[in-house]
T-cell receptor, first 109, second 113 residues
Framework: GQNIDQPTEMTATEGAIVQINCTYQTSEFNGLFWYQQHAGEAPTFLSYNVLDGLEEKGRFSSFLSRSKGYSYLLLKELQMKDSASYLCAVKDSNYQLIWGAGTKLIIKP | DVKVTQSSRYLVKRTGEKVFLECVQDMDHENMFWYRQDPGLGLRLIYFSYDVKMKEKGDIPEGYSVSREKKERFSLILESASTNQTSMYLC????????????FGEGSRLTVL
């Protein structure tokens, strides 16, 4: 079967660093996405990884290891506005996205 | 600025009613999608469309139908709403040959009583 796992909830402190993990088991792999979704709002695109390694974009970085079926999203210098759910999604053989349930990130002052 | 607009943010309907959810995008995207989002579950694909008048079933099409008469508009129809269709419905669009980055609407929260 196809499966995407990520923690349900994480808590971190303003100004700190947090790493949100995502593991996947899919029949095929054609890329991995991270989206951010604030409560009551639409998901918005954060990153896309198709090759192994780290992609850095400002305070956010995303890492992929295809051999391990593993990705993480790294958020640095956390701000209160980073409180949101973070969704991991894998593009499968039909080029459709399989979604994890999301990780709710709570930032405390 | 790119925009996907869903017609209703909040709807309350009764069991058995017909429900229309409309979605319009202004980015000239070929692909359009309807998802539902429920607590503790990932987004689940209901239907998608690669072109006008074209539709494909997603993972959970039962109880739903769609219509795409114009490129910019993709409608989701619940022929006879049931309580288990109470959910958040998200419309999204993307370019056909792109990485697959999706642009989402704000969502329509449907409650079926």
């Amino acid at each position: 079967g196809q499966n995407i796992d990520q923690p349900t909830e994480m808590t971190a402190t303003e100004g700190a660093i947090v790493q949100i993990n995502c593991t996947y088991q899919t029949s095929e792999f054609n890329g991995l996405f991270w989206y951010q979704q604030h409560a009551g709002e639409a998901p918005t695109f954060l990153s896309y990884n198709v090759l192994d390694g780290l992609e850095e974009k400002g305070r956010f970085s995303s890492f992929l290891s295809r051999s391990k079926g593993y990705s993480y999203l790294l958020l640095k210098e956390l701000q209160m506005k980073d409180s949101a759910s973070y969704l991991c999604a894998v593009k499968d053989s039909n080029y459709q996205l399989i979604w994890g349930a999301g990780t709710k990130l709570i930032i405390k002052p | 600025d790119v925009k996907v607009t869903q017609s209703s943010r909040y709807l309350v309907k009764r069991t058995g009613e017909k429900v229309f959810l409309e979605c319009v995008q202004d980015m000239d995207h070929e692909n359009m999608f309807w998802y539902r989002q429920d607590p503790g579950l990932g987004l689940r694909l209901i239907y998608f469309s690669y072109d006008v008048k074209m539709k494909e079933k997603g993972d959970i099409p039962e109880g739903y139908s769609v219509s795409r008469e114009k490129k910019e508009r993709f409608s989701l129809i619940l022929e006879s709403a049931s309580t288990n269709q109470t959910s958040m419905y998200l419309c999204a669009s993307s370019f056909l040959t792109d990485t697959g980055e999706l642009f989402f609407g704000e969502g329509s929260r449907l409650t079926v009583l």
